[in-house]
């Protein structure tokens, strides 16, 4: 991931869902060119801001045991309104089935608790090295990156760990 699109986390229950809170601005770099004169968050940004937020609970419950998490499919993606710069984007994810790889979760996305996204996601998770045992090096580099990234995050984050 290069960039992020969580800002807060504001609610984690290990295991099971999390919410976080994405707050557009207009100095967002992308808002420039979609659209001119109607600046509105792109639906690819929408579903990746559920992507992102479904990573974290899959390494937050997997004790950040996997490098890499990747969108295998999106089902039933619907986008029912615009988000707009001054809006904030309530993201919640709900772990709805998983094995050792896969991922199944229920996302949504609302602003002013007016439903603006939601899909059915299937994310996986894997280590480089388990197809290539040169890449361990690499694996173990993303996984820090990870855990600093979530240090970081959490310092902002307003949550109570239901654990």
């Known amino acids: 991931m290069r960039f ?6 504001t609610e984690f229950d290990p295991g099971s869902s999390i919410t976080i809170v994405k707050n557009l601005t207009r100095s ?12 509105v968050m792109p639906g690819v940004m929408m579903l990746e801001t559920l992507v992102q937020t479904g990573a974290w609970l899959m ?19 619907r986008f029912k309104s615009f988000v707009a710069p001054g809006d904030q984007l309530i993201v919640n994810v709900q772990k709805h089935k998983a094995d ?7 996302a ?7 439903e603006v996204v939601s899909a059915r996601l299937v994310l996986k998770q894997f ?3 388990d ?11 993303l996984i820090e990156h990870m855990k600093l990234s979530w240090s970081e995050l959490e310092r902002v984050s307003t949550y109570k760990n239901n654990a």
Request: avoid cysteine; charge should be negative.
């Open 127 to 129: 280590n480089l090295a």
């Open 59 to 77: 390494r937050l419950d997997t004790d950040f045991a996997y490098s890499t998490i990747l969108l295998d499919e999106a089902k039933a993606l």
């Open 4 to 9: 992020s699109l969580i800002d807060s986390v």
């Open 108 to 114: 949504q996305g609302k602003v002013r608790e007016t």
């Open 28 to 39: 967002e770099e992308y808002l420039a060119d979609h659209f001119p004169g109607f600046p």
């Open 131 to 141: 197809r290539d045992q040169n890449f361990a090096e690499n694996d173990r580099r």
């Open 100 to 106: 050792n790889e896969t991922w199944t979760l229920k």
